[in-house]
């Protein structure tokens, strides 16, 4: 199985002012293509920051993130605006849905910037809709629909584009238990039958046991990654299997 | 995105703030309105005055007078030779004629003639003139030709001269058969180059002889051809030409005949000084309308009075060119007002959407096309408050042309019906729209290049 994205020595500190906050240090990293990773770690250990410097959100203080061949810490925002566009998708906690726009313009916003046809991102938005279970509410403002749809709908925005790798930061920290497990069988669904590569961070071990890998984050760093298919544990400075 | 996808995500986004969008409209609408209300006038203006001076004939033609000086009591001559200082004479002219720029320069001697038609009867005054001075200044005939130098008792005469005819014997008065705002004018009451021309220097001549007969010997008219008509409604309209030989000659039998009549050979003043030939005025023609200017300093430096249409032109230029700075001014300035309305609506909207733009930005938006969809909202804004503005503007001007049609604002009629108040041609319109969008986009610039840089993170952040 090929590598999607390699990580080295990536490094990113905040200056607040005259102090600095180290919120990653020495994280080498690699990002299997068809897995699912989940990121682990308490509140403020830097899983944030970690996906959205790989979703190319913002740049790293030192070290270097490729994708395939792609150097992102090498690029401006203009060809990080196009790698987003063409690469991944983001889920967000908040959901961070346009307020203005019903469910199938939400989800058909990333088809909007690609320039496709208004029907051809009818069809394949209602498709998208259908496949979510939520099609019977495609003219639903955000305001006209529950925590659990809105976060649907979101999931459907960051997989129309066909990503190759999907980033989700806590997509169930604001649903009830049993939603987000739905949330969770419907994401990984996706993914399988897609074959796409998906990152998610969360403060939830339970759904932890959905993941491929599990990386644990502490204090800025990967202190161990545990695949779960044999709950064997993988030291990460040989991550390599 | 396509094109279609972002103007049309540029109106919802205006649709949105629907008071927002319509009160920055308005601002652009008083922007537009005023200027182009405000230029329409000043187009008026400068049309008026350049319709005014077409009246009045060629930008190039001098028209020079003996100077006022040229006056028996108050002569600074003491001298006294024996021509007058400031007298049109063949030598004059022929100074005239050697100014660098002249074409052509000719005396022009002027005759008050009673003449008739068939039966109708008119005034006419009479110029005697070098026949190359037509030639050169370009006059166009409607019929007939051109005066030439070995005409005899042929006359050329403007396109008015033939409604000045009226039949004595007619009690309808009607002398004029000319019927104010109407473009349809019937036709003079006579051909001039038909009927039968007599012309005479007695002014009783063609009259109904008054009971008991006027006292006086007849005098003999003489007989003219009519040899062509004159194009046109300029200087020449109202003209009856002659060459200076046949004018000279009707002048010395009338200055007989004047003679005679009053019995007081004396008084000829032709007798004691005239050893020179003086002309009531003279036309100097210029090549060039740069020159034009230059010549008249020169004659004028000679002791004559000397008057253009370019002097007119430019003073009323002038007048109408400050005028026009004033009133664009105020256009101006309430269009710059409407500009900060736009970039501060739109900084205003950047501000409540910076989230969105950091979703969209998160997933997939190109730099450009945030960008573009601020710049089109803007560009919007001022396309549509430029076009209500011309359509208030449109109303504006049919009204301002409604009362000043009532009332004559500048007096500067001159028989114009047709005069208006403000013109605005269609492409004050055009550059109107293209401005105010323009005008849009650059007020929308720097928010939208703004919104461009945002950064994600920080944009997603703001709530
Ligand atoms: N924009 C920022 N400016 C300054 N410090 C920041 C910024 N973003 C994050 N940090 C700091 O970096 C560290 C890591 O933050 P991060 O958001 O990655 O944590 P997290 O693991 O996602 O926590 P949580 O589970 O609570 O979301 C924290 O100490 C945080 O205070
Ligand atoms: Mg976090």
Redesign the pocket.
């Given at each position: 199985m090929g590598k999607i994205m390699i990580i080295k020595g990536l490094r990113k500190v905040?200056r607040?002012g005259k102090e600095k906050?180290i919120?990653l240090d020495h994280v080498d990293l690699d990002i299997e293509e068809e897995k699912v990773y989940c990121l682990l770690?308490p509140?403020?250990?830097?899983?944030?920051?970690l996906l959205n410097m790989m979703a190319g959100l913002e740049p790293p203080t030192k070290g270097s993130i490729s994708f395939k061949n792609l150097k992102i810490d090498k690029m401006n925002e203009s060809d990080l605006a196009n790698f987003r566009r063409r690469h991944i998708g983001f889920i967000f906690q908040s959901y961070n849905l346009i307020p203005t726009l019903n469910a199938l313009e939400n989800i058909t916003m990333p088809l909007l910037f690609k320039g496709v046809h208004p029907k051809v991102r009818h069809k394949v938005g209602m498709e998208m809709l259908d496949a979510i279970g939520i099609k019977d509410r495609w003219r639903h403002k955000p305001t006209e629909m529950s925590g659990g749809q809105q976060q649907r709908v979101s999931l459907a925005r960051a997989f129309i584009n066909d990503p190759d790798i999907i980033f989700a930061d806590e997509p169930t920290g604001n649903l009830d238990t049993k939603t987000a497990n739905t949330m969770m069988m419907l994401m990984l669904g996706l993914v399988k039958e897609r074959r796409q590569t998906l990152i998610i961070?969360t403060?939830n071990e339970e759904l932890a046991v959905f993941a491929d890998y599990v990386i644990h984050i502490r204090d800025g760093n990967i202190y161990e990654i545990v695949m779960n298919a044999d709950k064997k544990k993988v030291d990460h400075s040989t991550t390599e299997i | 995105m396509r094109i279609k996808d972002l103007i049309m995500v540029s109106m919802r986004n205006l649709w949105r703030r629907k008071l927002r969008t319509s009160l920055t409209i308005l601002g652009v609408v008083i922007g537009t309105a005023s200027i182009v209300l405000m230029v329409s006038l000043g187009i008026a203006m400068n049309q008026n005055f350049i319709k005014e001076i077409e009246r009045m004939g060629s930008l190039t033609t001098i028209n020079v007078y003996p100077s006022y000086r040229y006056d028996p009591m108050m002569d600074k001559n003491p001298s006294g030779g024996s021509v007058d200082e400031g007298m049109i004479t063949d030598m004059t002219v022929a100074s005239f004629e050697s100014i660098p720029g002249v074409a052509i320069a000719s005396p022009v001697l002027e005759l008050s003639l009673k003449m008739t038609a068939d039966k109708y009867v008119s005034w006419i005054q009479l110029k005697g003139i070098k026949p190359a001075l037509l030639e050169v200044q370009k006059l166009k005939i409607a019929e007939g030709r051109l005066l030439e130098e070995q005409d005899k008792l042929a006359f050329l005469f403007g396109s008015e001269v033939a409604y000045g005819f009226y039949d004595p014997l007619s009690s309808g008065g009607g002398m004029w058969y000319y019927q104010e705002g109407n473009e349809e004018r019937m036709p003079p009451p006579v051909d001039l180059m038909t009927a039968r021309l007599k012309a005479s220097y007695d002014m009783n001549f063609g009259e109904k002889a008054p009971p008991g007969g006027t006292g006086m010997k007849p005098v003999r008219p003489y007989n003219i051809t009519a040899i062509g008509i004159i194009e046109g409604q300029g200087e020449h309209a109202y003209s009856v030409y002659t060459t200076l030989d046949q004018a000279r000659a009707i002048k010395i039998e009338q200055d007989r005949y004047n003679a005679s009549v009053s019995g007081t050979e004396t008084s000829g003043t032709g007798s004691k000084k005239k050893t020179v030939e003086t002309y009531n005025n003279a036309i100097v023609q210029v090549e060039d309308i740069d020159q034009v200017e230059t010549v008249i300093e020169t004659i004028k430096g000679m002791g004559f009075e000397a008057y253009s249409l370019m002097e007119y032109l430019k003073s009323m230029q002038n007048t109408s060119n400050a005028i026009q700075m004033v009133l664009g001014g105020i256009g101006a300035i309430s269009l710059l007002v409407a500009a900060i309305g736009i970039t501060n609506t739109m900084i205003m909207s950047i501000y409540e959407r910076t989230k969105e733009i950091g979703v969209m930005k998160v997933i997939g938006a190109k730099m450009k096309d945030i960008k573009k969809m601020f710049l089109i909202e803007a560009a919007m804004i001022g396309f549509l408050g430029g076009a209500t503005g011309l359509v208030i503007s449109f109303g504006g001007s049919k009204i301002l042309n409604f009362v000043g049609k009532n009332i004559s604002l500048f007096g500067m009629g001159g028989g114009g019906v047709d005069t208006q108040l403000s013109v605005i041609p269609l492409w004050l319109y055009i550059l109107a729209i293209v401005f105010t969008t323009l005008v849009g986009l650059i007020s929308g610039y720097l928010p939208a290049v703004r919104a461009m840089k945002l950064s994600v993170l920080s944009a997603l952040r703001t709530e």
């Open positions: 905040y607040m906050v919120a770690g509140s403020g250990s830097g899983k944030s920051t961070v403060h | -």
